[in-house]
Each structure stands twice: as structure tokens, then as C-alpha cells.
């Protein structure tokens, strides 16, 4: 009987762990925790230490998605340590690349690639393709984060072919992103139109809102810099009304930025420095690692702005940007563009 009730309680507990994780897959991660920390205390309490490190290396993807680092390593070095006490190599792989994966982000771009490197002998020595699509997809995008976008392209295409090979339509989208992004840092805006609209389609299929916004938010630039300036507008306004949702303030940043280099450009400079400043601000709150240059771009903008508004009206005016909450920020953006959009 007692071994009865121990594979009970196992299947329970591999159960709720289970829906905890495709709930990750949804974005409900508030759902996804409470699942997850509840499958993973009856691991604990059977001391079944494979379900252990599953379920805090998932509750470490969650805190990478939220951009909680502390939590993130948190839980992958507990995950890490169980890892390599139960010699279970494609957790330790999986661990190591999460770990990579917040070090890219705080900018600590070295440590990351050791972390991505020593994850990638590992999964190669698996034969895991699912999982080497994911962590070449991630050191295409340290080599994007370094501007090193050759490198990034080569890196990105094997992860595109990885996909397609298993079938990872997601994976497949969310590599398509990333090239679309590379090609419109190298201005080969018909490739990134290309590649995003391709990607748009498939995560519009699958429902991904998550991965949705960026897309949207870097076709919004390719318009931008072909001087389509409507559809620029409404692509940004698009990804901003999801990402504002989704508690994204990093891309719900880029669309105001988006925004207000369109208002700059159409010499609306006040409206422009509102929004700039606006951006700035999420920007900074974001967590998130900024691509080299991206404060570099900020200060050529204050330049412009300062170049045309008196000193005191542009302090007045960025000091207004500043204070505004987001919900403010996106009714003043909708009056700004009106006529843009008319």
C-alpha cells in the first residue's frame, strides 16, 4: 500500500508540475508559480530529486521572463546543485544556459558566453536538438547584443534550420524575430521586412503574445526609417497596447521611442521630447541589457531636441514626459499622432 501511495502521490505531483508548465508556454506565469511551487514541495517532501530540479529550473525561466535575476540564480543554482548530485546532464545543460542567459542580460557578456559554451558540449554530446536550437538562438543573441551581427546571422540560421527540423513553431518564430532584428541593424530593410512578417504569421497562429510585441515593434522601425510614417505608427501603437499588457516595459520603451523619432522628424519637437523623455524612463526601469549605442541614439536625440526648443522649454517640457504615468504617456501619444494618422 505504501508503495501504491508513493507513485500516487509522484503522478500528482508530475501532474500540477506539468500544467504549471505549459501555463509558462501561455504566459501565465502567476499560474505557472503557484503550480509549480506546489509540485515542487511534494518533490521535496518525497525527495524525489529529479522533480526538484525540473521544477526550479521552470520557476528560474519564469524569473528570467520577469526579469528577476536575483530569483533567477537563485533558483538555478539550487537546480544546478541537485543537477550534478543526481548526474542528470540535461538539466545541468539547461541550468547553465539559464544562468548564461541572465549574465547576457546584465551585461556581463563574457561569463555569459563560458556559461552558453560549457551548456552547448553538453547538449551536443545529447544530441538534444530542441534544446541546442534554444542556446544557439541565445549566443545569436549575444553576438547581436555585441553588434557583431555576421556572427549573430550564421548563429540564428542554424537555430532556424534546428527548428524547422524538430518542428518548434514558436522556436521557428522567435528565430525569425532575431533575424529581422539583425537585418534591420544592417539596413537590409527588405530582408527584415521579410523575416518579420514571416514570424508575425507564425506567432499570430500560435497566439504568443509574448513573443509578438517585438516583431512588431522592429517592423514599426523598418517603416520608420522607409519613411512609411502611418503604418510605422500603428505598428508601434500595436505592440505597445500588448506589451503594455503583458507588463513589458522594456519593448512598451521602444515603441515610444518609435513614436516620438516619427514626431521629431515631422518637427513636432515637443511632442517628440514628451515621449523621448517618456522612453528614457521605461527604459531605465526596464531591467532589461541595452544594445550597445541605444543610450548613444538617446543623447543624439536630446541634441536635436535641444537644438530646437529653447533651454528652459526643453527642461519644462522633458521634466513633463518624466512624471507622466503610461497610461497618461499613451493618450498624449494618440493625441500626437492624429493627424498623422488622418
Given at each position: ?14 501532474a ?24 515542487l514541495?511534494i518533490?521535496?517532501?518525497?525527495k524525489?530529486?529529479d ?13 528570467l521572463?520577469?526579469g528577476?535575476y ?6 538555478s ?8 548530485e543526481?548526474?542528470n546532464?540535461?538539466y ?5 544556459q ?15 558566453r563560458?556559461?552558453?559554451e560549457e ?11 530542441v534544446q ?9 543573441a ?7 551581427y ?20 514558436q522556436?521557428?518564430g522567435?528565430a ?5 532584428s ?5 539596413k ?38 522607409r519613411?512609411n ?21 522594456y519593448t ?32 531605465k ?7 550597445e ?20 522649454d ?14 497618461e ?7 500626437s499622432v492624429?493627424?498623422?494618422?488622418d
Amino acid at each position: 500500500l505504501e508503495s501504491t501511495e508513493s507513485v500516487e502521490i509522484l503522478w500528482k505531483a508530475k501532474a500540477i508540475f506539468w500544467k504549471g508548465f505549459f501555463l509558462i508556454q501561455q504566459g501565465k506565469y502567476d499560474e505557472a508559480k503557484i503550480l509549480l511551487n506546489q509540485s515542487l514541495e511534494i518533490f521535496r517532501d518525497i525527495k524525489y530529486r529529479d522533480g526538484e530540479a525540473i521544477a526550479l529550473s521552470s520557476l528560474g525561466t519564469i524569473a528570467l521572463f520577469e526579469g528577476d535575476y536575483d530569483k533567477l540564480i537563485s533558483y538555478s543554482d539550487e537546480s544546478l546543485t541537485i543537477s550534478v548530485e543526481i548526474n542528470n546532464r540535461s538539466y545541468l545543460a539547461r541550468n547553465l544556459q539559464n544562468i548564461g542567459i541572465c549574465l547576457m542580460q546584465q551585461g556581463k557578456h563574457e561569463d555569459a558566453r563560458k556559461k552558453f559554451e560549457e551548456s552547448l558540449v553538453i547538449y551536443r554530446e545529447l544530441n538534444d536538438t530542441v534544446q541546442l536550437a534554444k542556446l544557439i538562438g541565445n549566443i545569436g543573441a549575444l553576438e547581436y547584443l555585441l553588434s557583431n551581427y555576421d556572427k549573430a546571422t550564421a548563429a540564428l540560421n542554424e537555430s532556424l534550420q534546428l527548428r524547422y527540423e524538430s518542428g518548434d513553431r514558436q522556436g521557428i518564430g522567435i528565430a525569425l524575430s532575431n533575424l529581422g532584428s539583425v537585418a534591420y541593424m544592417q539596413k537590409d530593410y527588405d530582408k527584415a521586412k521579410l523575416r518579420l512578417e514571416e514570424c508575425i504569421e507564425i506567432i499570430r497562429e500560435l497566439g504568443d503574445r509574448r513573443i509578438y510585441v517585438t516583431p512588431l515593434s522592429t517592423l514599426g522601425s523598418v517603416e520608420y526609417d522607409r519613411g512609411n510614417f502611418a503604418t510605422a505608427v500603428n505598428l508601434f501603437r500595436e505592440s505597445m497596447q500588448i506589451s503594455i499588457e503583458l507588463g513589458d516595459k522594456y519593448t512598451t520603451a521602444k515603441c515610444f521611442e518609435g513614436i516620438a523619432d516619427i514626431l521629431i522628424k515631422l518637427k513636432k519637437y515637443e511632442e517628440g521630447c514628451v515621449l523621448t523623455s517618456k522612453y528614457l524612463s521605461l527604459l531605465k526601469a526596464s531591467k532589461k541589457n541595452i544594445v550597445e549605442g541605444e543610450f548613444q541614439k538617446a543623447d543624439t536625440t536630446k541634441e536635436i531636441l535641444v537644438a530646437n526648443l529653447s533651454d528652459t522649454d526643453y527642461k519644462r517640457i522633458w521634466a513633463v514626459g518624466e512624471a507622466m504615468k503610461t497610461e497618461e504617456a499613451v493618450e498624449y501619444m494618440k493625441l500626437s499622432v492624429k493627424d498623422i494618422l488622418d
